[in-house]
């Protein structure tokens, strides 16, 4: 019998942990962290507490009490004992926070299976970001109770990569990793082959971008294994189809680009390596350089050992790296600690922002809102701005939205909003899942489950911790 439990990404938008059993055999589909049921108790001041373990996490239902998964340092930490693991692995669709980020909490014995470019984006989120416990997917210190006993090398977790056409065996399952298409690469959808007939887990997918081909290939591979049930994504389930696409991003930034006759500025991903994409060929077509930061070449540099995704080098004569200001202020080198920028201080395309200010029309700046004070230096009057990312979706990201428009009404910057999403809408699902035909839908990844109840098929709305008989 194969038994299904979901832990996460219940009547809300990521934070997938999905528990699979057959015959004794323990999976758990993704393990990520949900943002907004993070943000029910926590904000940028109010933090879950290292010091407590897993503790915070456990009582405000962050991540599931269940045994014989958790790094055994942060059950110390939360008075309890070490637990040995009984989960052969976690199958891990994609690289997004919201289904990778929680693996940092799970015992060092579960390895991780996941795609060759998923892995590399995991390193490069490694490399540049600061530590935290809610991050650390790649490898940790043990941190038990005495400080002596800290750990000195860290544990690397033991991943295992694959690409489409691999097979995994995991004990009894036989498990077929299947490109789709989503807004970052190296993202799969799952078929499990289980005792009692094959399940299918779309992971995020979408039908209307660059590589809607890939998703093709896993819906006929789906629909080919007749899945006893399936568990999908359902994030805009309530969204009918538009003309939304990579190709109209492409149009409207170039025309609003090449109009503009001084600094342009694009705000998108970096984990979108079609956006990348697409900014890169506007700004080489219309003889510009683009400018990235020190994080976004931790991506383009792993990107670039995925000979299919085509990127350039970081060191390419189309980019240029924007040094930050740090310490003194002066760019010396010894005001940077940071290993990744350290570590690249040698490179030949580094620039600063007063070099962009002697001829701002020649560049394209990549710059996150969280990076808006550089505005001070790029001093970027009546230039473009691109907003190339999905609008606020709720409170927070609103108060965030409204100071972003503070600062480009303070430098008179042209704003332009033009995205497309990572998510498949409504028409393109329901097609999707007709084609499939599962015997039972589990819907998730969504705040809308009980839409799909108007589908001619059984939809099972999930409820959290339940456990589901297949
Ligand atoms: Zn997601
Ligand atoms: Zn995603």
Request: proline content about 4%.
């Amino acid at each position: 019998m194969v038994e299904l439990t979901f832990y996460g990404g219940v009547e809300e938008i990521g934070g997938n942990k999905i528990l699979l059993e057959d015959n004794g055999t323990k999976i758990f589909l993704d393990f990520g962290m949900g943002f907004k049921r993070r943000g029910l108790y926590f904000e940028e001041f109010l933090a879950p507490r290292t010091a407590n373990g897993i503790g915070d996490f456990i009582e405000l239902n962050l991540i599931p009490d269940i045994k014989g998964i958790y790094r055994e340092d942060l059950l110390e930490h939360f008075g309890r004992k070490a637990e040995e693991s009984d989960i052969a692995g976690v199958l891990l669709s994609h690289a997004h926070a919201d289904h990778a980020n929680y693996i940092s909490f799970l015992h060092k014995d579960i390895p991780i299976y996941c795609g060759e470019t998923c892995k590399y984006i995991l390193d490069a989120v490694d490399e540049q970001s600061q530590r935290n416990l809610e991050c650390e997917v790649i490898n940790y210190k043990q941190r038990p109770i005495f400080r002596r006993d800290y750990g000195k090398t860290p544990i690397n977790r033991l991943f295992k990569t694959f690409r489409t056409g691999k097979k995994i065996t995991i004990d009894s399952l036989e498990i077929e990793p299947i490109h789709i298409d989503h807004s970052v690469p190296g993202s799969y959808g799952f078929i499990i082959h289980a005792s009692e007939g094959a399940i299918v887990y779309t992971g995020d997918i979408r039908m209307h971008g660059l590589h809607a081909g890939m998703t093709t290939d896993f819906i006929n591979a789906a629909k080919e294994a007749k899945p006893i049930a399936m568990i999908t994504e359902g994030t805009r389930i309530d969204r009918k189809k538009t003309d939304e696409s990579e190709h109209k991003i492409y149009n409207e930034s170039k025309k609003e680009i090449s109009k503009c006759s001084n600094l342009s500025i694009v705000d998108f991903n970096f984990k979108d390596v079609d956006r990348f994409t697409t900014f890169y060929k506007i700004a080489k077509e219309l003889g510009k350089k683009l400018v990235i930061s020190f994080k976004h070449a931790c991506f383009l540099e792993r990107y670039t050992k995925d000979k299919k995704l085509r990127t350039p080098s970081s060191i390419d004569e189309n980019i240029f790296l924007l040094k930050p200001k740090r310490k003194t202020g002066t760019y010396a080198d010894e005001d940077y600690t940071e290993k990744y920028i350290k570590n690249r201080l040698k490179y030949p395309n580094i620039l600063t922002s007063e070099e962009i200010t002697k001829n701002p029309s020649y560049y394209i700046v990549v710059l996150n809102f969280w990076y808006f004070n550089t505005l001070v230096d790029l001093k970027p009057k009546n230039g473009v701005y691109i907003h190339s990312l999905s609008e606020p979706f709720n409170e927070e990201m609103e108060i965030s939205y409204e100071r972003m428009q503070n600062w480009l009404r303070h430098f008179d910057l042209n704003f332009v909003q033009s995205h497309c999403s990572g998510h498949i809408n409504g028409s393109d699902l329901k097609e999707l899942i007709q084609t499939i035909n599962p015997k039972m839908l589990y819907p998730i990844h969504t705040e809308h489950p009980e839409i799909f109840k108007k589908f001619p098929l059984n939809v099972e709305i999930v409820k959290e911790g339940k456990m589901y008989k297949i």
